[in-house]
């Protein structure tokens, strides 16, 4: 089969001013040329809204409090130079330790009791059952309730006189317990309000990861002799690890901010924290330093602390993610 013949005609080069540009009309070039612009442009239009309002809300406040945090601040005064002043009197502060130890502990025996109850309501709620979808809107139910109305009327059932919970536990034949005034019953107090709230958000989480694991999985279990029980420890659990290591690091996020519950739960008593400090956690000691005494420096300084203690987490979880990719 012989090629096609090439004339002169093909070799000669265009002139200069014959560009494919060049050549479009004027309104298809400008045209061509706003299309261009938008491809381009467009996507950063599209962000720009966000990258504001975070600089805006997020960046500049999280600078100009790491820089009152080197000051002594007062309000209505004029800010002085303290240099790491102010986190060496939190080192040296029993009030800061004492506000770190209760957001520990608040924490643990928040978190743990309710990733738990969320596992197993997940785990139920992933069986076909009657009214599963009214099931499902129901444990949603408590995180839809603000946190006011939860935690006032939490505070009455735990009331050391007239609560529903010491009725209950005379009936038994124990004595009354001081729910506010103690420090070990009022951090319980204040985390069943925590676990009572954000169980059934972490149950959708889990049944969302439950609901992708495939049912070949299962079904090889069961034909190897596994219960239910087996099955839910040695596939269920493998398959949702990713799921469960973020709702931790959410849940300890959330448990070093709290703020709303111990708060109210503690507004019968005038204080925030308790008479003797024993539920404060850290953001009731920074609320108590910024806005009660109007330290703002110290206030400042708390608040980067706890930024810190947010980084660690997130670091701890990086690397526990990094570990496990290589025995993988």
Same mark, same amino acid.
């Given at each position: 089969m012989s090629s096609p013949v090439r004339t002169a005609a093909d070799d000669t080069p265009l002139p200069s001013d014959a560009s494919p540009s060049k050549s479009r009309p004027p309104g298809r070039a400008r045209r061509y040329s706003l299309h261009r612009w938008d491809v381009k442009a467009a996507p950063y239009a599209f962000v720009a809204p966000f990258f504001l309002c975070f600089a805006a809300f997020g960046l500049f406040p999280l600078i100009y409090t790491g820089w009152l945090s080197l000051h002594r601040v007062e309000l209505g005064g004029e800010a002085q130079w303290r240099g790491l002043g102010n986190y060496t009197a939190l080192w040296d502060s029993d009030f800061f330790w004492n506000a770190l130890g209760n957001t520990f502990t608040i924490g643990v025996i928040s978190t743990v009791p309710q990733l738990l109850l969320a596992l197993g309501l997940a785990h @139920? &709620?992933?069986?076909?059952? /009657?009214? /599963?979808?009214?099931? /499902?809107? !129901?444990? @949603?139910?408590?995180?839809? #309730?603000?946190? !006011?109305? !939860? #935690? &006032?009327?939490? !505070?009455?059932?735990? +009331?050391? *006189?007239?609560? &529903?919970? +010491? #009725?209950?536990?005379?009936?038994?034949?124990? *004595?009354?317990?001081?729910?506010?005034?103690?420090?070990w019953p009022s951090q319980i107090a204040i985390s069943v309000i925590v676990t009572w709230r954000w169980t059934g958000y972490n149950a959708l989480i889990y049944l969302a990861a439950m609901q992708a694991v495939p049912q070949d999985l299962y079904e090889a279990a069961a034909l190897d002799g596994a219960s239910r029980a087996r099955q839910f420890f040695s596939v269920t659990i493998p398959s949702i690890r990713p799921t469960i290591l973020f709702t931790i690091v959410v849940s300890t996020i959330g448990a070093t901010q709290l703020f709303g519950e111990p708060m109210l739960f503690g507004g019968s008593l005038g204080v925030s924290g308790g008479s003797g400090n024993q539920f404060q956690t850290l953001s009731l000691l920074m609320y108590e330093k910024g806005w009660v005494t109007g330290a703002l420096g110290q206030a400042s300084a708390i608040a980067w602390v706890m930024l810190l203690l947010l980084l660690s987490v997130g670091a701890v979880q990086a690397l526990v993610v990094r570990v496990r990719r290589r025995r993988d």
């Amino acid at each position: 089969m012989s090629s096609p013949v090439r004339t002169a005609a093909d070799d000669t080069p265009l002139p200069s001013d014959a560009s494919p540009s060049k050549s479009r009309p004027p309104g298809r070039a400008r045209r061509y040329s706003l299309h261009r612009w938008d491809v381009k442009a467009a996507p950063y239009a599209f962000v720009a809204p966000f990258f504001l309002c975070f600089a805006a809300f997020g960046l500049f406040p999280l600078i100009y409090t790491g820089w009152l945090s080197l000051h002594r601040v007062e309000l209505g005064g004029e800010a002085q130079w303290r240099g790491l002043g102010n986190y060496t009197a939190l080192w040296d502060s029993d009030f800061f330790w004492n506000a770190l130890g209760n957001t520990f502990t608040i924490g643990v025996i928040s978190t743990v009791p309710q990733l738990l109850l969320a596992l197993g309501l997940a785990h @139920l &709620l992933n069986y076909k059952m /009657r009214g /599963r979808g009214f099931l /499902r809107v !129901a444990v @949603l139910a408590p995180y839809a #309730t603000s946190i !006011a109305a !939860a #935690t &006032l009327v939490f !505070a009455q059932l735990f +009331n050391s *006189d007239y609560g &529903l919970i +010491n #009725t209950m536990i005379g009936w038994v034949g124990f *004595d009354p317990v001081s729910w506010e005034s103690s420090q070990w019953p009022s951090q319980i107090a204040i985390s069943v309000i925590v676990t009572w709230r954000w169980t059934g958000y972490n149950a959708l989480i889990y049944l969302a990861a439950m609901q992708a694991v495939p049912q070949d999985l299962y079904e090889a279990a069961a034909l190897d002799g596994a219960s239910r029980a087996r099955q839910f420890f040695s596939v269920t659990i493998p398959s949702i690890r990713p799921t469960i290591l973020f709702t931790i690091v959410v849940s300890t996020i959330g448990a070093t901010q709290l703020f709303g519950e111990p708060m109210l739960f503690g507004g019968s008593l005038g204080v925030s924290g308790g008479s003797g400090n024993q539920f404060q956690t850290l953001s009731l000691l920074m609320y108590e330093k910024g806005w009660v005494t109007g330290a703002l420096g110290q206030a400042s300084a708390i608040a980067w602390v706890m930024l810190l203690l947010l980084l660690s987490v997130g670091a701890v979880q990086a690397l526990v993610v990094r570990v496990r990719r290589r025995r993988d």
